[in-house]
């Protein structure tokens, strides 16, 4: 197979191999010159993905192919090369890392940007009968499921399990799309004992309340043990009816940290000094959600963005034999969105709520898929058009096109 890296006794710069290309290790290359270094990306996903908005299409307020952007083409763009593979083993004595199409290559500077997994916390049957909300491949494949099961079947059960941010977006998103179905009902399932556990004890209660004239049910302090096809079972023994069960209940570490030497902690995240080195080995880099600062951060994407950028700055110092800078991360509010009933911005103890907060939600969609669009000005202003457009359609209408929907609109609270 041909590799675009460059063999060693051609090579003039130092190979900078970043292994996971989506908020950090884009970020990172973006910020990377092709004339001072050889830049690969290695990655199974051959997209950019926007995370933060793929609840969206479950509803099909969204589709996938609006929350994606080739990686290829902006590695491109910035002069960089793309390769499709999945990395299984880093060797950092010998600075090289194979693939699972049992390639191997060497570098002078990895940058390990892999995020997470899902943990399934060894419960019997979620790989078999779960569906997963971590990707767009995940969320389109949910909707077309919930589709498929109010064709064929006069009613239907959800059970989310989590009611953390993922798990209370897809909530959301069911409940924007079949809340006046009577038919339809959802479960939450969430082993804490109360609703959004990471965040102000309001915002669970609020949840609670604007679910009151809806088919949904709560079942907090509850634990699931196993999933089967058509139910789930709790630590209650109590069992609950599910047509789909969606599992939103944690993020793990990837083996690969630890088997490759880059973690010795039980979490397995790699740990990193302030300046995103490995701990344990000068010439790797681990940022975004794969790597635990000695303070650790809140595994969010502008975090990853802000550590991306940071480790192409400290790989610029680190080949000239400078000091390296400690990365430097803001504290920037959460927007958590529960469908077209409500969005709330959490900065800290203060939750402000209200479906204007929307806006500010597409807008940072907006401003992170046009960062890394086309540098073209015409391409890029046709596709803020083409977004926009979308947004103003698909979003808009819901926002605006009814009387209720009208009403619920100068309902800016604080919680
Ligand atoms: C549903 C959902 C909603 C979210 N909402 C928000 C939000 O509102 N605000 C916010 O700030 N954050 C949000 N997040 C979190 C945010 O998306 C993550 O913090 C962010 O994606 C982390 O970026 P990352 O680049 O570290 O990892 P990721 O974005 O997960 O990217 C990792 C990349 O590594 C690749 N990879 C994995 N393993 C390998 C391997 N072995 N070899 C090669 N490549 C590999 C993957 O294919 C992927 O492209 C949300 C996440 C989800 C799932």
């Not at 908020?23 to 933060?52: S, W």
Request: hydrophobic content about 40%; some cysteine; charged content about 20%.
């Amino acid at each position: 197979m041909n590799i675009p890296f460059q063999t060693k006794s051609k090579r003039s710069k130092p190979r900078i191999l970043i292994v996971g290309g989506n908020f950090a290790g884009l970020e990172t290359v973006i910020h990377l010159n092709p004339d001072h270094v050889d830049v690969m990306m290695i990655d199974p996903c051959p997209f950019f993905e926007f995370y933060p908005n793929i609840n969206e299409i479950v509803s099909s307020v969204k589709k996938p192919y609006q929350l994606v952007l080739s990686k290829e083409n902006i590695l491109r763009r910035h002069g960089h090369k793309w390769f499709q593979d999945h990395v299984v083993n880093i060797d950092p004595k010998k600075k090289q890392i194979h693939t699972q199409n049992r390639l191997t290559l060497s570098y002078d500077i990895c940058v390990l940007a892999i995020g997470s997994v899902v943990n399934t916390y060894h419960v019997d049957g979620v790989n078999s009968h779960a569906m997963f909300f971590k990707n767009t491949v995940d969320c389109y494949a949910i909707c077309l499921k919930l589709n498929e099961l109010l064709e064929h079947n006069s009613s239907a059960s959800v059970v989310i399990v989590g009611s953390g941010m993922e798990g209370i977006e897809a909530m959301g998103e069911i409940l924007r799309k079949y809340r006046d179905n009577k038919s339809v009902e959802v479960h939450m399932v969430e082993q804490a004992d109360r609703v959004f556990p990471q965040g102000p004890d309001e915002i669970g209660k609020e949840l609670k309340r604007l679910c009151i004239p809806y088919s949904v049910f709560w079942h907090t302090g509850k634990r699931v043990i196993a999933v089967e096809p058509n139910h789930v079972v709790l630590d209650s023994n109590q069992t609950l009816p599910s047509d789909l069960t969606l599992w939103s209940a944690g993020i793990q570490a990837s083996n690969l940290i630890f088997d490759s030497g880059l973690s010795n902690t039980a979490n397995g995240w790699a740990r990193v000094s302030n300046t995103l080195q490995s701990m344990y080995h000068n010439d790797i880099f681990a940022i975004g959600n794969a790597c635990e600062l000695p303070n650790p951060v809140s595994k969010q994407a502008y975090h990853a963005m802000e550590m991306g950028e940071c480790a192409a700055n400290n790989i610029g110092l680190y080949l000239n034999d400078k000091e390296l800078i400690d990365v430097k991360l803001s504290n920037k509010p959460k927007l958590l969105s529960f469908g077209d009933i409500d969005t709330f911005l959490i900065a800290g103890k203060t939750v402000i709520a209200g479906s204007m907060i929307a806006a500010a939600k597409e807008s940072v969609y907006q401003y992170v898929m046009n960062h890394y669009d086309s540098e073209w000005a015409i391409a890029k202003w046709l596709h803020i058009c083409q977004r926009a457009y979308r947004g103003a359609y698909q979003l808009g209408w819901q926002t605006f096109g009814s009387l209720e929907a009208i009403q619920r609109l100068p309902n800016i609270r604080f919680l």
